[in-house]
């Protein structure tokens, strides 16, 4: 076989090149491939990893979960595949002795690229900005269902202003169908008031007042209200259990705390 010399660097010549296997097409199966199977794989197991949604926050959390990790894996899948192909067909044992084909631009694979990650980039600030919205829209109404809720070591304790009742239990009640807003402030260090299934996660700062936006449970069931901030030793001790409840049953509770329905 016959080498060209151009520039005093060898170059293959064009029937050399005509051999060369069709790397480019390999990759982009194999990218195309299990991007797929990735995609189809995390749909069917991510019920299982992800709570239900119980809330009308808890809906665009988890759709917004499912739909980032959906763009996250083709991504990922096309790092790992060029990766693993340079190094299984590319890589030598012994330090090469030719210098290697020098790389020729391709502007139509440049804007390609830029064109991909520009759009992809650019979808998910809307789409960022579409969900922030639809969380924080809601207004405080009349009809909205106030809880102050205080942090410190190692429990929380919960206020309804609108019922005169302050109490400290292992159970928040909550009416379902009902817009609530929670209030949250901390009486020590920084603790984090999450409960994940209704879509509620807020930063609970000491001499400070901040709130989630207004959410509206929609599945009655129980659930958990977590710290989830690093806050000492019994962090992981602090939480309560979360109970949404018909109205019926939210009003003889607060009935029983005390309260006036």
Known sequence: ????????????TPAEVGHEPGHFRRVVIAWVVLSIVGIVIWNIVA??????????????DNLTINILTDLAIPVAMFVFVFLAYSVLFFRTRERPTEDPVPLKPRPGLQIGWLGFTGALCLFLFVWGMVANYEETAAAV???????????????WSFQYPQYGISISSQTI???ANRPVKFFV???????????RDLGVRIDANPGEMTSTPVVT?????????NC?????????YMWEA????NTNDFNTWITSQGGHP
């Open 185 to 195: 402030t901390s009486e020590d260090v920084l603790h984090g008031f999450a409960i």
């Open 173 to 175: 009640e909550l009416p």
């Open 141 to 155: 109404t009349p009809s909205t269902l106030i809880v102050n809720v205080t942090a410190q070591q190692w429990y």
């Open 228 to 236: 989830v901030e690093m806050c000492g030793l019994l962090h992981s």
């Open 242 to 245: 979360v109970s949404v409840v």
């Open 217 to 225: 449970p929609t599945v009655i069931g129980n659930y958990t209200v």
């Open 1 to 12: 076989m016959a080498d060209n010399i151009e520039g005093g660097m060898i170059s293959p």
């Open 47 to 60: 019920p299982f990893i992800i709570p239900p949604s119980a809330s009308n926050i808890a809906n665009t």
